[in-house]
């Protein structure tokens, strides 16, 4: 029997999912948290650019792929974050994977038991020494640290499973007593919640040095990238190879990109990021009078942990033949006996939204 097989015969089989024209009210799956992905100056900037520009880059951004597109969204980005540089990714997978294995060279790499796959397998290919620490314990890393040595910490802002945040605290004080350089993945904290949507990186500016972040959860779009210093973004232009020898995203998707970024940093981002915040203590006081076991977070990422692997794809089977698109999470994915049904909170819910799926969640079995 092959590896295939066996996963075929197993209970954590994946199917890939086709997405259908859900109703805003039933879509309780998507990482479009502000619903960006519908706003008319969005949609305006990729209409307007496609007639400019043509659908495809055509190469590469070190060949013909690069546009004034591309220039203008790495500019506005770098003003937003206050940074000296910005370079775009095709993914967050390449983005992460890239940055790390072309610019972490020296010395140890701690990073969070729950980092994202593209964080690992980033890490993994350094050949560098690395060590695993427990969930966000980074005071714990205080007695292996020391002052000389050039180590690094990853980790991500809030993180994709659990909607949990970096203790900012802790990574300040750690970086009292060590030369340690931290990149922070933020793509799932970027335009949901801060001033201006800075999220963790907001606070922890000048404590990050490499800052990932997507444009698939906030942004409503797709694509990513790395922001830091002129000379470390250079090197990933000149070195990376996720970067070299992958054709560039359309311009197109980076004018509407662009425009998402205007959405977030306005007023209307702000009411935005408030109505998101008021849907997440809506939903989660909601399942707490279920008492169901909900992971604790403030972020729309909301996840019921069910623990049974085929109990908790019955349930996610129940909730689509309702109409509700939900999300489950098995291992690998998460450590064993955590399986989940994962929420995903949206700007555009409405409070009757919320109120008919947690009815639906009383009826399942």
Same mark, same amino acid.
């Given at each position: 029997m092959t590896r295939l097989d066996e996963r075929r015969e197993s209970s954590r089989f994946r199917r890939r999912q086709t997405r259908t024209a859900t109703a805003i009210e039933q879509q309780f799956a998507s990482n479009d948290y502000l619903s960006l992905s519908q706003h008319p100056h969005?949609?305006?900037?990729?209409?307007?650019?496609?007639?400019?520009?043509?659908?495809?880059?055509?190469?590469?951004?070190?060949?013909?792929? @690069?546009?004034?597109?591309?220039?203008?969204?790495?500019?506005?980005?770098?003003?937003?974050?206050?940074?000296? !540089?910005?370079?775009?990714?095709?993914?967050?997978? !390449?983005?992460?994977?890239?940055?790390?294995?072309?610019?972490?060279?020296?010395?140890?790499? @701690?990073?969070?038991?729950?980092? $994202?796959?593209?964080?690992?397998?980033?890490?993994?290919?350094?050949?560098?020494?690395?060590?695993?620490?427990?969930?966000?314990?980074? !005071?714990?890393?205080? !007695?292996?640290?020391?002052?000389?040595?050039?180590?690094w910490v990853v980790s991500e802002g809030t993180f994709s499973m659990?909607?949990?945040?970096?203790? =900012?605290? =802790?990574?300040?004080?750690?970086?009292? $007593?060590?030369?340690?350089?931290?990149?922070?993945?933020?793509? $799932?904290?970027?335009?949901?919640w801060g001033e201006q949507g800075l999220a963790s990186y907001g606070a922890l500016r000048d404590n990050i040095r490499l800052l990932t972040g997507t444009f698939g959860k906030a942004f409503g779009a797709s694509g990513a990238f790395v922001a830091g210093s002129g000379d470390d973004i250079e090197e990933l232009i000149q070195f990376c190879r996720e970067y070299i020898y992958s054709t560039a995203f359309p311009p197109a998707q980076a004018a509407a990109i662009q425009a998402a970024l205007t959405v977030i940093r306005s007023d209307e981002g702000a009411e935005l990021r408030a109505r998101l915040a008021h849907n997440i203590d809506n939903f989660k006081g909601q399942l707490q009078q279920r008492q169901l076991n909900l992971i604790a977070s403030d972020s729309p990422i909301q996840s019921w942990v069910v623990g049974d692997d085929q109990l908790v794809m019955l349930l996610k089977q129940q909730l689509q033949q309702a109409g509700f698109a939900v999300s489950a999470v098995r291992p690998p994915t998460v450590p064993e006996g955590s399986a989940r049904i994962r929420f995903s909170l949206q700007a555009q819910h409405q409070p009757q939204h919320i109120d008919a799926l947690c009815q639906q969640l009383d009826k399942l079995s």
């Open positions: 969005v949609l305006k900037a990729a209409k307007d650019a496609l007639d400019r520009w043509g659908f495809g880059s055509g190469g590469s951004p070190l060949l013909s792929g @690069y546009s004034n597109a591309h220039r203008e969204l790495e500019e506005a980005l770098a003003e937003w974050l206050d940074v000296e !540089a910005v370079v775009l990714f095709n993914s967050g997978f !390449a983005a992460n994977h890239g940055t790390i294995s072309t610019l972490i060279q020296t010395g140890t790499i @701690y990073f969070d038991r729950l980092s $994202h796959a593209s964080l690992i397998d980033g890490i993994r290919s350094t050949k560098r020494r690395f060590k695993r620490f427990e969930h966000n314990r980074i !005071a714990d890393l205080s !007695a292996e640290l020391t002052p000389t040595a050039e180590d659990d909607g949990d945040r970096i203790p =900012e605290q =802790e990574l300040r004080e750690l970086q009292q $007593h060590s030369k340690v350089s931290v990149l922070l993945d933020d793509a $799932h904290g970027l335009g949901v």
